[in-house]
């Protein structure tokens, strides 16, 4: 599985490629990172992953803006919200653009995991 | 000051607050206090201060701040290896959007929220200048660590 990691910081960017080599989870390759919407298109383009986890609050462009590009350039594509934005209307926004799941933040390792086991499902 | 918030609801940001550190670290931060502060005499800023710019039904700023031992504990239970100034003013970035997005749940999808901004090594009279005459501060300690929360928000007259 290629996965696209998108999220303006570093930290989470991380974070998150540690936790998918969880050995629950089937062979997850990191095919790029990128830090906002513009750079994230880029490397959807280059790399062709089969998943994306995707912040929300990014400069440049946003995750719900960079949602909708992406899933009308590959509309199997597998993207999981990962926004500490918790209010109801934003999370129908982002799955009414073809996000498949939404994880929110804090997260933890586990829940991540169980994310995205509900995703490969 | 009738558009401002009140103190229940500050409550939500003591509740992101503790919510923050429980999912990150599996230990409660200790809140120690949280009172509407005065322009003139608020907490000195810590080292590393996270900011986001409110806007649409209200406007303001949310503030998190706190010092390089208690950011770098937290960065290695991230299991982050570079304790860089970068780092650093990422994760005070990171956590003050956190909490922005996560009082969203109260405050709805019209308390629109920035990208961070970060300031290392913040002056108590620049501090003392970005925010308004009453803000509402939250002090916080985790282990023997000590950061503050700010919250400087009004709602936007309708």
């Given amino acids: 599985m290629r996965l696209l990691i998108v999220d303006d910081s570093n930290i989470i960017r991380s974070r998150i490629a540690r936790i998918v080599s969880d050995p629950r989870l089937p062979d997850i390759t990191i095919v790029g990172m990128a830090k906002n919407g513009v750079e994230a298109i880029t490397l959807l383009q280059q790399h062709n992953p089969e998943m994306v986890t995707m912040d929300l609050t990014m400069p440049e462009m946003d995750g719900v803006e960079c949602t909708e590009a992406m899933i009308k350039m590959n509309p199997k594509l597998n993207i999981l919200i990962v926004s500490a934005l918790s209010d109801k209307a934003t999370a129908i926004k982002a799955l009414k653009k073809g996000a498949k799941g939404f994880l929110y933040k804090p997260f933890t390792d586990e829940q991540l995991v169980e994310a995205f086991v509900e995703l490969l499902k | ?158």
């Fill in chain 2, 1 to 158: 000051m009738a558009n401002d918030i009140n103190e229940k609801e500050i409550t939500v940001f003591v509740d992101a607050l503790i919510h923050y550190f429980v999912q990150i670290t599996g230990e409660k931060a200790d809140v120690r206090t949280a009172f509407l502060g005065d322009g003139e005499a608020l907490p000195a800023p810590h080292e590393f201060t996270g900011m986001i710019k409110v806007s649409g039904g209200y406007h303001g700023f949310i503030y998190f701040s706190a010092d390089r031992v208690l950011l770098s504990r937290l960065l290695l239970i991230l299991q982050e290896p570079h304790h860089t100034d970068e780092q650093m003013l990422d994760a005070v970035g990171e956590i003050a959007n956190t909490l922005a997005g996560n009082v969203r749940r109260h405050f709805g999808e019209q308390m629109e929220v920035s990208v961070p901004s970060t300031i290392q090594h913040a002056k108590s009279e620049q501090f003392q200048n970005m925010v308004r005459s009453h803000p509402y501060v939250v002090t916080m300690k985790w282990k023997q660590y000590d950061a503050c929360v700010i919250v400087d928000i009004v709602r936007t007259a309708k």
